[in-house]
Each structure stands twice: as structure tokens, then as C-alpha cells.
Nanobody, 126 residues
Framework: QVQLAESGGGLVQTGGSLRLSCAVS????????MAWFRQAPGKEREFVSA????????SYADSVKGRFTISRDNAKNTLYLQMNSLKPEDTALYYC???????????????????WGQGTQVTVSS
């Protein structure tokens, strides 16, 4: 079984930065494709970014391209999301997700990801 634990959320002003982390346990992270999703109150969970097992494949939602950077450190079993130039519309609960497969073109549907963390709250004030 895989356990995921997010951290690093908080309250930040518009234009600020945060770095989210997701610690993986129960299976080595190098065997997992990983992703970030977010969910704002009253909205559906939406894809933010994904990274392949080796880190060679990366995908971003259009809304975060150029502002967010996903990365992974397999030696530390940790996934990261560097978020810069934050906007109020980035306010959401951010989730880490994992799956055994990275299928380019089939990353954005929450139901294709097998493992989920509990989420970390990001709030961007205007």
C-alpha cells in the first residue's frame, strides 16, 4: 500500500510563492508516476501537474504553466510543487496523487490515479 502526505501549504499574498511537498511511503517513489490536483470549494477536483517515474515526462494545466514547477527526488521519496506568482484563483486544497503508470494524454482524470493524500490548503489573499 502507498501512503502520501502533503505539506507546505499556507496563506500567502498575491504574487507570492509556496513550495508543496508530498512524502511517499509504502513503496519506493521511483516506481510511481505522480501528480498534483487541487479542489476549490464548490468546484470539481482539477489537474494541476504530473510527472513520470523518471521525471522525463511532465505535464501542466494551462492555468499554471510558467508559474508552477513539478519535480521529484526519488532518493528522498518526495514530490514537490514550486508555485510562484500565485493568484487568488489558485486558492484550493492541493492533493498529491500516485499511480503505477504515466500515460501521456491520460493524466487529468482524477479517477485514473490510484493513491491520494489528505491534501494541504493553499490560500492566496488579494
Amino acid at each position: 500500500q502507498v501512503q502520501l502526505a502533503e505539506s507546505g501549504g499556507g496563506l500567502v499574498q498575491t504574487g507570492g510563492s509556496l513550495r508543496l511537498s508530498c512524502a511517499v511511503s509504502g513503496r519506493t517513489s521511483r516506481r510511481l508516476a505522480m501528480a498534483w490536483f487541487r479542489q476549490a470549494p464548490g468546484k470539481e477536483r482539477e489537474f494541476v501537474s504530473a510527472i513520470s517515474l523518471s521525471g522525463g515526462g511532465i505535464s501542466y494545466a494551462d492555468s499554471v504553466k510558467g508559474r508552477f514547477t513539478i519535480s521529484r527526488d526519488n532518493a528522498k521519496n518526495t514530490l514537490y510543487l514550486q508555485m510562484n506568482s500565485l493568484k487568488p484563483e489558485d486558492t484550493a486544497l492541493y492533493y498529491c496523487a500516485a499511480d503505477a503508470l504515466y500515460i501521456s494524454g491520460y493524466l487529468t482524470a482524477p479517477e485514473r490515479w490510484d493513491y491520494w493524500g489528505q491534501g494541504t490548503q493553499v490560500t492566496v489573499s488579494s
